[in-house]
Structure formats: structure tokens, C-alpha cells
């Protein structure tokens, strides 16, 4: 499953892994300087030592009796000697040493000036008319320690660094993109039927041409969806004088008709102005289911609303409605004339497509679930999805215009009610079964 890209997500994880990386090339470059001034540092104590004792170890060696051999700087307690020295003559003799010098670690003549061995930085003077020489060498792992140490010292900050970094990227960014949120939210949480303005304010200039654009996209189709509606309640309740009283007409002439031939045609005309009544019944509403009004300002008890619709269905088809209500009220802020338009859809498609034999099972729960069920044929899976369009039937033998599930759909999504379809109905082998749960709560 492709998961969402937030951006604020996005943005606070590279900003962070950017400021990581500048911190990371700054303490590298702060390491390389580091390193620099340490053995600029070394360099300038070797040289120091160097000059410092020089002159020191030329007064001893002169003062000495020349047969008492090489000299060797005593030490006054155990320590480790990080630097060691060597004087030694032009031939490269050992006149003096420090207590802790290994003179292998020197060359065999001695030289003046800086230079490197393997494992030494070494630097070389000389004094008595270039007859006596001094050699002062310091371990390159004792610098490379003190580098490894000062970038340590830069680095470790960082990990608590990185982690505050987070947060405070984190806020800033959700703080700056606060207009943002509030503008998705606003997009979530409103229904699918609110076409109202959005208005957020002070949105960041990137997402200020966004907003707009929905707000001129909503606009447009919210007059286009009242363009529609107000033809369909208009074209229906204009049709209804007229084809009452053509519907009367027709009536009165087919009990004036006596010949057989003529009769039969007026019954025609009479079945056909009479399903021009039912469909301009059901324009309106649908009209209705989709125009708003389907929640009320208080809660009402829609048990004796069902009730009502039960009994005057039973006298038209005794025996073939079972109701099972509830005892208790069952409140909800839907309408109470909407919940009658969907439920006299229900019951009446129920009553269409079911089966004479069997009753038609109407149950009403105390927490509110409605379940319309009827007996016969079931429907093919794929034909499912298809019979909450407009003016789609899944028996076309059956009499109707197809609009009575598009009513109820429209009632439930512009509820915000789930509308489930089962064929077989549940428990069954064949018939059908629609099921919603019609409380609303405040």
C-alpha cells in the first residue's frame, strides 16, 4: 500500500539530515584546522625544547672529563616521555640523551630542521660551529591522539544536537505550516455534500492560489448541483397538475368507452400518466434527498414514523410486511419526512422485487439499525455496484423508474449514513437486504 507524503514529514527530515551534514563538514574542517594548529603547536615545543636545552647540554659536555663517556639526563620520578632528545656530535657519537631516548628512533648523522621518520617528528640544531648537534623528537601518534581528541570534542555535541534539531525543526516547520493543517483539516472533516466556502486565513502565499481555486471550483459546482435540482423539483411539480388532470380525464373516458378496443387503449393511457405521476413523485424527491433539509434542529422518535408507513403499505398488501420495532424511542436528528421518504423506498422496492409468498422483514433496533429484507432472486455481484445509480433497475419485468435506491443514497450520504447491500440477504439463500443505522447524534 503506498503510504502518504506529509509535508511537513518531508520537510523536517531533510532540513534535519541537511543540518546534520553542514554540522558533520563543519567538524571536519574544524578538525583539519585543528590539526593544523596542534602541530604548529608541536612543532613550535620541539623547537623551543630544542633551543632551551641546547645550550644547557653544550656547558655540561664542555665541563665534563671526556673520558666519563655519553651522558644521560636523569629522571627525577617514572613518567611517560612523550619528547626525547639526542646530542651527538658531527660524526654522530651520543654525547647526551634524554633518561627514556631509544636512538633508533633517530638517524644515523644527525640533521637540522624538521623532519619525519615512521613513528617520530623530529627537529634538529646545531651550536659550537656546527660540532655538536641536538635532536629532539616527539611520537606522530601522540599528535594524531591529540587531533583524534579535539575532533571528538567537536563531534561529540552533535548527538545531542541532532536530536533538538529534530524538535525544533519539527515545530518550526509545523508552526509555519499551522495555516496548512487547519486548511487540510477543514478539506477532511467537512461532508460530502458541504460546498461551502473554505475560509482560512493568512495561508502561506504557495497555498493561497490552491484555496481560491477549490473555493471557484465549489462556486461552480454548487450552482451547477442547484441548477439541477431546481429543474428536476420544478419539471416534476409542474408535471404533477397536468398529468393529474390528464390522469382524471382518461378515467372518466374509460368508463364512457364501452367497445373493447378503445377500452383497452384507455387503460393504456391510463398506466402510463399514472407512471408519469410515480416518476414525478420521485423527482421530487430526489430533489429533495439531494437539496439539504435531510437533518433536523432537535431529535424526533422515528419508530412512529415507521409504524405509520407500515400500516398504510399493510392495507395495501395485507400479510406481506413483518415489522419488528423497537420499544423504546428511537431518537435521531434525521428529518423525520426524509427518514419517511427513505424508508417508503425501501419498503417499496422490497415490495417490487420481492417474493408474494414471503413477507417482507422490516426490523428497527433499539440502537437504531434499520434492516430492510425481502425473499427472491438474488442479485449477480457484479450488478451490486450498480443499483444505486439513477434510474437503474436489477428486474427490468418489474414496473418502476429506478430511482427509489439513488433516493436512499442520497438521503444516507447527505446524512453521512453507511448504506450496506447484501444479495443474498443475510441468513439466506437468495433475496435482498439493505441495512443503515439511521441515529444521529447532536
Known amino acids: 500500500m503506498k503510504t502518504e507524503n506529509s509535508l511537513q514529514k518531508t520537510l523536517s527530515l531533510w532540513l534535519t539530515v541537511g ?112 660540532t655538536l648537534f641536538i635532536e629532539v623528537a616527539e611520537p606522530l601518534a601522540h599528535r594524531r591522539q591529540a587531533a583524534i581528541e579535539t575532533s571528538l570534542a567537536l563531534l561529540l555535541p552533535l548527538i545531542l544536537l541532532v536530536p533538538v534539531s529534530l524538535i525544533c525543526v519539527w515545530w518550526a516547520v509545523r508552526f509555519s505550516l499551522r495555516r496548512v493543517l487547519v486548511f487540510r483539516q477543514s478539506l477532511e472533516t467537512r461532508g460530502n455534500t458541504d460546498l461551502s466556502p473554505i475560509t482560512v486565513t493568512r495561508l502561506p502565499a504557495e497555498f493561497g492560489p490552491i484555496a481560491t481555486s477549490i473555493n471557484q471550483l465549489l462556486e461552480r459546482l454548487r450552482n451547477a448541483l442547484e441548477a439541477e435540482r431546481s429543474f428536476t423539483a420544478n419539471s416534476a411539480h409542474e408535471l404533477r397538475t397536468p398529468l393529474a388532470t390528464a390522469l382524471a380525464q382518461v378515467q372518466r373516458l374509460k368508463t364512457e368507452l364501452a367497445e373493447e378496443p378503445t377500452h383497452q387503449k384507455a387503460c393504456e393511457i391510463e398506466e402510463s400518466l399514472q407512471d408519469l405521476s410515480r416518476l414525478s413523485s420521485k423527482l421530487l424527491e430526489l430533489a429533495k434527498a439531494e437539496g439539504g433539509g435531510i437533518l433536523a434542529e432537535k431529535e424526533s422518535n422515528l419508530v412512529p414514523v415507521l409504524r405509520t408507513l407500515v400500516s398504510d403499505y399493510d392495507r395495501l398488501h395485507p400479510g406481506r410486511i413483518q415489522l419488528e420495532a423497537a420499544d423504546m424511542p428511537v431518537t435521531s436528528l434525521l428529518d423525520p419526512d426524509a427518514f419517511a421518504i427513505l424508508a417508503r423506498n425501501l419498503i417499496e422496492n422490497a415490495l417490487k422485487h420481492g417474493s408474494e409468498t414471503d413477507p417482507v422483514t422490516i426490523r428497527l433496533l433499539q440502537d437504531g439499525t434499520l434492516t430492510i429484507a425481502n425473499s427472491g432472486p438474488a442479485i449477480p455481484p457484479e450488478a451490486m455496484p450498480q443499483l444505486q445509480n439513477r434510474f437503474v433497475r436489477a428486474n427490468n419485468k418489474v414496473s418502476g423508474s429506478g430511482l427509489g435506491l439513488a433516493i436512499v443514497q442520497a438521503i444516507a450520504s447527505s446524512a453521512n449514513l453507511k448504506l450496506s447491500f447484501y444479495s443474498p440477504a443475510r441468513g439466506r439463500e437468495d433475496g435482498f437486504e439493505a441495512e443503515l443505522n439511521v441515529v444521529i447524534r447532536p
Do not use: C, M
Open 19 to 130: 543540518l546534520t551534514l553542514l554540522w558533520l563538514a563543519g567538524v571536519l574542517a574544524s578538525g583539519l584546522v585543528a590539526r593544523h594548529e596542534i602541530n604548529e603547536v608541536f612543532d613550535s615545543a620541539l623547537q623551543e625544547t630544542a633551543q632551551r636545552i641546547l645550550p644547557l647540554a653544550v656547558t655540561e659536555i664542555l665541563n665534563r672529563d671526556a673520558a666519563a663517556g655519553p651522558g644521560r639526563a636523569p629522571a627525577t620520578e617514572d613518567h611517560e616521555e612523550y619528547i626525547t632528545y639526542l646530542v651527538r656530535d658531527n660524526s654522530g657519537n651520543i654525547l647526551l640523551r634524554s633518561h627514556d631516548a631509544d636512538p633508533s628512533v633517530f638517524n644515523t648523522k644527525p640533521k637540522i630542521g624538521f623532519f619525519e621518520t615512521p613513528s617520530h617528528r623530529i627537529y634538529g640544531d646545531s651550536a659550537v660551529s656546527d
